[in-house]
C-alpha cells in the first residue's frame, strides 16, 4: 500500500524504445503527470532539442507524444496512437501547425546587437565568456557565446537561453535586459518572413512573481518600420503577440528588436520570435500546443 | 491538588530503556542521512563556539572580552546558544577521546540524545496519569512518526526544541502540585528559551490553561487554589538562563535581544509548494499544519488521538460547567491539547512568516501521542481486551497492531524522511499528485553518494544544488564522497550538476540545460517512482 504502484524501469524502457522508433524531428514529447517529466527526458531527452524541450511558441510542433502514468493526461482528446507499457501509456497526436521558417532564438548568433545611451551606439561584441555559477534566484544561464554590452554590467547580455516563466515552464528565448530608456538593440538581417511573427516575451521567475518591478517595453522594427509593441508588465507570464508580415514582400526583411524600460532594475528579460507559415488557423494550433505543454 | 500517580523505578527503566534503545537506532542509521542544508551552518556555529570554550580554558582573560566573544558568537547570531554549545562539547569531545565513528555523528549526538530523552519523558508523564500500556504506547507512537524519526537524526534545534518544550509543560504541571518544582520550571523554560523560538509562546498557553483551572477551583468552592508562582519562575529564571547560556547576549544585550526577537518576527518566507500551488508569501492556507499532520503521521495515531479527546471530554468541560464541591483536578488533558492545538494554529495564523515544513510544529506530536495514548487505553478498555482468556497479550497486540502503520512507514521513510506521505496522502506518489512539498535541504544528495562515487573514479567535481558545500565536506569527512569529488562553485565547470525537485528550482533545471546544450539527465534519483534529484552530466566530463 506504501507502495503506490508506480512502474518499473523495464517499463519506462520499453515506452521509451517504442516512441524512439517513431519519433521524427518535428514532435515533441510531453510526461503526464508533470513530476515524471525528469524520468521522461533521461529515456528521451537526447532526441529532444532546447526549442522542443522549452517551447516558445507551438510554430513547427508536427505530433506530440506523451508518455504517462497512473491514469493522468495532458490533453482530452483521442489519440491517434495509444499503448500502454505496463503501467507507463504511451499516446500521440497529430498537431499541424505554423511551418517554422526561421527561429530567431536560432539565429540569434548571426544577429547584430547594440546598446544605444545618450553617448550615441556602441556594438556588443559576440564572444566567448564565463558562465554564470548557476543556483537558485540567478535567473537563467549564461550561454557559453554570447553578445557581451558592458562588462561592468554583468547582466548587459545578449544570446539564447531558457527562462522559467511565470508558470515555471521552460522557454527557449534571447535574453535582453533592458538597459533603460535607452534601448539595447538586436538586428537580424535577411529574415525571410511568412504570414506572421510569433513573439513572445517574459520575466524570469523570482523576479516577475513579486509584481514590483516595472514593465519591459520590447518593440520590433520590420524593414525600419515600428511593426508592433510588446510593454510586459509583472504578472503578465509568458505573453505576446503576432505581426501580420504578409504585405512586407516576399523579400527577406530586416528585423530588429529593442528593449526599453524607464527602470531597468530586475528587467530579466527573455523574448522568442518565430517567422511562421500558417498551415492551420493560429488559434486552433496555439490551443493544442496549450493542451500539450500544461496539465 | 496531587492527581497523578508517583513513578517508580521500573518506571524510569522502562523510560531509560526507551531513550537508550531509540539512541541506538538513530544512531545506526544516521549514515544514511547526508548531512542538510540547516545542519551545515549549525556545525560551523559549533566548531567556532568549540574554539571559543577552548579559549575559556587556555586564555580565560581574554576569552571573554567583546571582541572574542563577537568573533566566535557573531556567526548564526539568529539562533541562541543552548544546543549549539551542546553540539560543541560533543565534537570537542570526539576530538579528544574519538567517542563516534564519524564527525557527523559528533554533532548530531546532542539532537539524538534529546529524542531519546523525549521518549522517556512522554512514556514518564503518561505514566504518571495514565496506565503503564498507554505511557508506552505514547512513547513509541512520537518515535514512530516518519519526519519525527528523520529529524531526531539531526544536528537541529527541532527535536530539541521539542523535549524542552515537553519538560517545560511537564515542570509546570509539576509545580502546581508540588512548589518544589519551582526553580526546575525556570530552568528548563530557560533551556527551552535558549534552544529555539518555537519556546515563546508557553507562558501564555500555561496561562490559558491556569485560568482555567482557577475557575474551576473557584466554582467547586476548594480553597486550596493552584498558585500563580509558576510565572515568575519562567519570567525571571528562564530569561536568565537564555542569556547566561548565551555569550552574544553578554554584551549589548539590549539591542542584540531586540535584534533576535525581530528577525524571527519579521523572518523571510519560504517558497512551500502544497496542493499545487508554490507559496512564497502569506498568506499560507490554514490548513497547511493540519493536512501535512494528516498527511505525515499515522491514521492510526491520529484516529487514537481524536478517541482520546473523546473518551476524556469530561476532564475537557469549560470551566463555567464545573459543579459547587465537585472534585478538581490539574486538567492534564487541558493542557496537553493547548500544547498540541498551539503550534499548529500559531503556524496556521495567515500573519505567520511561509515556514511550512512539520519540523515548526513537531512540539505539538508529544502531546498528540499521549492523547493517542488515552484512545488506546479507551479501546483497551471498552473492548475488555485484558480480559480475554484471562491475558494481556491481546492488549499488547492491538498495540503493536496500532503502531504497526507508524513502523513500518517511518522504515520506508529513510532515508527520504521529508519526501516521505503517508497512505492516506496515497503514498510518495500520491503526495506529487496532489503537489505537495517533495523536500528541502538538500540532505537527499547522500543517497547519490556510492553512485557519484562510481560515476567519478578518478575523481571530478559536483555542482551540489541545494546541498552546501559545508554539508558536502561533511560527506567527504565521514567517507561518504571520495576526497577528490569536490564541490564545484560552478555549474559549467563542473562534471555533474545535480537538481532537487521541487518547483522552484525549475529554473536550475533550465540552467543545467543551457550549460550543457542538453535535457537528458544521465540519472534521476527516484523514491518509490517519484523524481527526487536529477543529475547532468557535463558533455565535457563524458568525454574524458
Known sequence: MIRAATPSDESWEAAAAFVRARYRSSDRIVAAPAWVDPIVRSQLGDLLSLRMAAPPDPAGIERVWELSIRGASSRDEPAVLEQDFDGVRVRLWSTPSDELIYDFVDEIAAAEVELVDANGSRICPWRAAQQARGGLETGPMTPRERFVCDARRPWLWVGATVLSDLELQARRCIWQHPAGPGPVRVTFADVPLGDRILVRGGIDYQAERRRVHAPVTLRVWINERLAAELVHQDGDGWAGLEIDTREAGSEPATVRFETTADNPD???FCWSASSVRGRKPMVDAERRLDGATHE | MNDARTLSARDHLIGAALCVGYLLLLIATASDLAMSRDESFYVHAAKSSASWITQVFTDPSSAFERESIDRAWRYNWEHPAWMKLSFAWSWIGHKQLGLFPNESLAFRFPGMLSAGLLLWLIYAWGASVMRREGALFAALAFASMPRVFYHSHLACFDIPIAFFVTLTAYAYWRLLADYRWMPWLGLSFGLALATKHNSWILPGIFLIHFIWIRIDQRRAGRSDRASIAWLPSMLLIGPLVLIATWPWLWHDTGRRLLAYVTFHLRHVHYTYQYLGINYFEPPLPISVPFVMTLFTVSLSVLALSLLGLYDRRATLRPPWLTQANAATNRRTEVLWLGCMLAPLVLIALPSSPIFGGTK???????FLALLAAWGFLAVVERAELSFWLGRRWPSWAFALLCLLPGSVETAHSHPFGLSHYTAVAGGVPGAADLGMNRQFWGFTTGSLADWIAEKLP?????????????????????GL???????????????????????????????AWVAFGSVQPVYVLRY?????ISVYENPRAAGR
Do not use: K
Open chain 2, 360 to 366: 515548526h510544529w513537531l512540539t505539538a506530536y508529544p
Open chain 2, 528 to 532: 518509490d517512482g517519484v523524481p527526487i
Open chain 2, 481 to 511: 564522497i571520495p576526497p577528490n569529488i569536490r564541490a564545484s562553485a560552478s555549474m559549467a565547470a563542473a562534471d555533474l550538476v545535480l537538481v532537487h525537485h521541487e518547483p522552484h528550482f525549475a529554473e536550475v533545471d533550465y540552467q
Open chain 2, 458 to 478: 578518478n575523481g571530478g567535481s559536483v555542482w551540489t544544488c541545494d546541498t552546501t558545500h559545508g554539508a558536502w565536506a561533511m560527506m567527504q569527512r565521514d
Open chain 1, 266 to 268: 530586475a528587467g530579466l
